[in-house]
């Protein structure tokens, strides 16, 4: 009898434990949104259960950790696969493109033109950040905003050789300077508009006069800056900010100017061909806040278009590289001009 | 299939007889396996180069037109084959003395100081220039703050300025030389010492010796070792880039990659820049095949040969004091250099010990990518090694039996296994960009492509360094087993598969190294999710800091070391100098 009672309701006890379960995992409760819905919180509910966005960067790697950071204290289901690159990241991203194989979800790269280029395999941006962009702020109109606006010619310089500084871009002229200066060898676009801004703002005869100075040249910034931590050089016309405050934070006799400042545009955007749109949508969206641009701009790092944004460097001073005046036969134009004046040696 | 090596091809049967279709068919089935073999390696080959000479030709030769109108080429040309050359002739001089160095030594400290020479070679390429860079960068290069110091040198820069013509020739000589002393101290141990012990019993000098019997006899093996050096120099990229920019000294691999800088790439005149050294790869290698002849001239070992030289004090003392100062110099300096700026904040130039931390290493190899690059380094290294093994012997074994196979496929081997080295690495990882990343092989972004990638690149060296070994092994006991009736398949796996074990040995253990090393290609081929400890290093140098390069430069030796290491443990404990 008491047997057949607690039988009874150990079967009673297993089927309302199957039912509870059915009722849990059964449609309706705390499942993903379907892709036709398309309102934020949908889209944020499929972004945690797509888990991961894989972001090709081409920002210094401080920057790129702190925006990581930011976000993953917002969306901590999310993890950020960064990639950093350089020049070999539209390379990459357009083989990718063309294969359809696995990789960028979200590409940053320092250039406009890409994207304009690439508009058609860009996804729209349609987020609560993306209506508040600023309407001429885009290298893809509705695709791909400038998130950020960074330093690349700007003076940096040793402490302990130059205790005095440098104020202006004249100051690189003294007779001190000689044989101490670094520049960048590589004449791109970046480096074209570089020379270009150098020659309209100080001169025609500026390039010649630094020439005069015996410089040596340098394949990235980053080494450049390097060079100028060790000693080996004292003063270069390159760097980032991001790459000074990192030896600086070593203990590194560094030192650098923000005025009349030569800078490149970051853009982003969201690769059509992302297997995981939605959680690309929603690191985009971080990155257009202002909480993400804080994060990937502020504390003197680099500029933000977004008005407000606590502690990013002011913009307003800034010439900032124009791609579409920079063409392959203009580049072509500034390389034969550097190697003119700067000279190959044979 | 050694069998069909033997029998010639009806058309030869007899001179003047016209064969007949089903003799010829007869031929044509016996040769096929070769057919096979080269039609295979032609195909793997020109995988990454006939895109990119596609690309150079098109639109009327654009590329090529463009490159004969870029301002400066007179000067960039000049600058590759000075260096090219110069290059050469240290390493070739170099590597030659370090090997008669060793080989004089006797053989208690043969056994242990046999390898040293290669150990510039365990060292990442890009670390080693950094290296060197620490050690001799002329305003606070550790060696020049020491030099000036000494009072001997005034001034606030020098004496030895590395970023100098000179002494970027200097530098990829000594990286050049590891190559040479690997094939021509081979060349002396397979040789034998009859010839010339018979030279001295008949009244000749040790120098006349030298010169009369050795030197001659290692023709093949300087001929290989210099074209093999020649197509490095000339491709050289790592040192010119990282040595020769700030002095604003372009070399072709530099401009060329100049260019890959740019977005849109100018991909045309990027591939362009490498026609002028496919033209000279295929002129070395005819020039080579002339100067040789028939390699069967070069007799190996015959007689079994014990090596009863006894060294004298002077002899062993200048040889081991040669080969230490070569290897302080080359690797152990720069690696100290290495060392020590892996444990500093950054680089400073000083030698100061009181800011020395350990907190560099945590800090870059606890990091995910970096594991993740260690295991697939090694896993695709290991992988291409295994499959490129037998297709060099194949390739070396069909090139040295050109006689008994149809003319052209040896010639094509010959050219086809060559032709990889010829194109500096960052083109062939543009190649092979274009080819894995559409139909029909579209394997770009996975470990595959980079077996692939790797297969091709290692082709050279492992069907040079097999030939040179079957070369110096000689016919004589591979006749003599077919004489006795052994068949090919056993003549190859029981005489000259053990003969050669420690040569396949070596060369399986400088493939490792170099792919560990390799960067041209993986650099192109890496994705998020499949990632190689080269390009980690290379990230590091372009966007992290020189700390972090050491860190990542000191692993990969240890990784290295470990690889050679267990590569001449399997291939006897006196792979080198035993046969």
């Known amino acids: ?346 | 299939m050694t069998s069909q090596i033997l029998e010639r091809p009806p058309a030869d049967a007899a001179p003047g007889h016209r064969a007949s279709i089903p003799a010829l068919a007869r031929g044509a089935r016996r040769q096929w396996p070769w057919i096979l073999l080269t039609a295979g390696v032609a195909l793997l080959v020109l995988l990454p180069l006939v895109p990119l000479q596609g690309r150079a030709l098109s639109n009327g030769a654009d590329g090529l037109r463009q490159l004969t109108a870029l301002p400066g080429l007179g000067a960039v040309v000049r600058n590759t084959i000075l260096m090219g050359l110069g290059a050469l002739a240290v390493g070739m001089v170099l590597g030659t003395v370090l090997a008669f160095c060793v080989y004089a030594m006797p053989p208690r400290l043969r056994r242990y100081l046999a390898f040293t020479p290669v150990l510039p070679m365990v060292i990442p390429s890009v670390a080693h220039v950094v290296g060197f860079v620490f050690l001799f960068s002329p305003e606070n290069g550790y060696v020049n703050t020491l030099l000036r110091g000494t009072g001997l040198f005034s001034g606030g820069s020098g004496p030895i300025n590395v970023y100098t013509s000179f002494w970027i020739i200097v530098y990829t000589g000594v990286h050049l030389a590891a190559f040479v002393f690997l094939f021509v101290y081979s060349g002396l141990r397979n040789l034998g010492t009859e010839y010339e012990l018979a030279a001295r019993v008949n009244g000749a000098g040790s120098i006349r010796s030298l010169v009369t019997i050795t030197l001659p006899l290692l023709r093949p093996t300087f001929v290989y070792a210099g074209a093999v050096v020649l197509l490095l120099a000339l491709g050289q990229f790592t040192g010119p880039l990282i040595l020769g920019r700030r002095e604003g000294l372009d070399v072709l691999t530099t401009r060329m990659y100049e260019l890959t800088l740019d977005y849109p790439v100018n991909y045309s005149l990027a591939a362009a820049f490498g026609t002028p050294l496919i033209v000279v790869a295929v002129l070395l290698i005819v020039a080579q095949r002339k100067m040789i002849g028939n390699v069967n001239r070069f007799v190996g070992q015959g007689a079994a040969t014990v090596d009863a030289r006894v060294p004298g004090r002077v002899t062993t003392f200048v040889s081991v004091t040669i080969v230490g100062v070569f290897v302080l110099v080359s690797a152990i300096m720069p690696l100290l250099a290495l060392a020590f700026v892996s444990l500093s904040p950054f680089w400073s130039g000083k030698l100061s010990l009181s800011a020395l931390t350990f907190e560099n290493y945590p800090d870059t190899l606890n990091s995910p990518a970096i594991v993740d690059s260690v295991v697939t380094s090694l896993t695709v290294s290991v992988l291409a090694v295994v499959i490129v093994l037998p297709l060099g012997m194949l390739i070396a074994l069909g090139i040295q039996n050109r006689d008994r196979l149809w003319r052209p496929l040896p010639t094509i081997l010959d050219v086809a296994a060559n032709l990889p080295l010829s194109i500096p690495a960052a083109l062939v990882g543009f190649g092979f960009l274009f080819a894995l990343s559409g139909p029909p092989l579209q394997i770009y972004g996975t470990s595959a492509s980079f077996v692939l990638g790797y297969v091709t690149i290692m082709i050279p060296y492992a069907t040079r360094y097999q030939l040179a070994t079957l070369v110096a092994l000689g016919r004589q006991t591979f006749d003599a087993s077919r004489v006795s009736g052994g068949g090919p398949v056993r003549t190859f796996f029981r005489i000259i598969l053990p003969l050669s074990r420690s040569g396949i040995a070596s060369s399986a253990a400088i493939m490792f190294v170099l792919l560990i090393h390799e960067f041209g290609v993986s650099l192109l081929l890496r994705s998020p999710t499949v990632n190689v400890l080269s390009v980690a290093l290379f990230d590091q140098y372009d966007g992290g800091s020189y700390p972090q390069v050491a860190v990542i430069a000191i692993v990969m030796t240890a990784i290295t070391a470990a690889g050679v290491a267990a590569a001449m443990l399997f291939g006897g404990s006196r792979a080198l100098e035993r046969l």
């Open chain 1, 1 to 346: 009898m008491r047997l057949r009672r607690a039988t009874r309701l150990l079967f009673a006890a297993l089927g309302l434990a199957g039912l509870l379960t059915t009722a849990a995992c059964g449609p309706g409760a705390g499942s993903t949104p379907d892709s036709s819905d398309q309102s934020w919180g949908a889209v944020q509910q499929r972004a945690n259960a797509q888990g991961v966005v894989r972001w090709y960067s081409v920002a210094p790697p401080d920057q790129n950790d702190r925006l990581v950071k930011a976000f993953n204290e917002k969306y901590p289901r999310i993890r950020v696969d960064v990639t950093r690159g350089a020049s070999e990241l539209p390379t990459r991203v357009n083989a990718e493109l063309q294969s359809g194989a696995e990789g960028a979800d979200v590409f940053m790269y320092a250039s406009t033109q890409w994207y304009a280029d690439h508009r058609d395999a860009l996804l729209p941006v349609d987020s609560p950040a993306g209506a508040a962009w600023p309407a001429d702020q885009w290298a893809a109109t509705g695709s791909a905003p400038v998130t950020a606006v960074q330093p690349f010619g700007m003076i940096v310089w040793n402490t302990e050789a130059f205790p005095q500084g440098f104020q202006t871009w004249q100051d690189l002229l003294r007779p001190d300077v000689r044989g101490k200066l670094g520049m960048r060898s590589v004449v791109n676009n970046v480096n074209a508009g570089l020379f270009d801004f150098l020659t309209r703002t100080q001169g025609e005869g500026y390039l010649r006069q630094l020439a005069t100075q015996n410089p040596k040249f340098y394949t990235s910034n980053v080494t450049l800056v390097q060079a100028v931590a060790s000693g080996e050089i004292s003063v270069g016309e390159s760097a980032t900010p991001s790459a000074i405050k990192d030896l600086q934070s070593k203990g590194a006799p560094l030192a650098y100017s923000v005025k009349d400042v030569y800078a490149i545009p970051y853009s982003t955007a969201v690769l059509k061909k992302t297997h995981r749109p939605d959680a690309a949508r929603v690191f985009l969206d971080f990155l257009m806040s202002k909480e993400g641009q804080e994060a990937l701009n502020g504390d003197g790092y680099s500029g933000s278009v977004l008005p407000g944004v606590q502690g990013t460097l002011d913009t307003t001073g800034m010439a900032v590289l124009d791609e579409s005046k920079f063409p392959p036969d203009v580049i072509q134009h500034w390389d034969a001009q550097f190697r003119s004046i700067f000279g190959t040696v044979g």
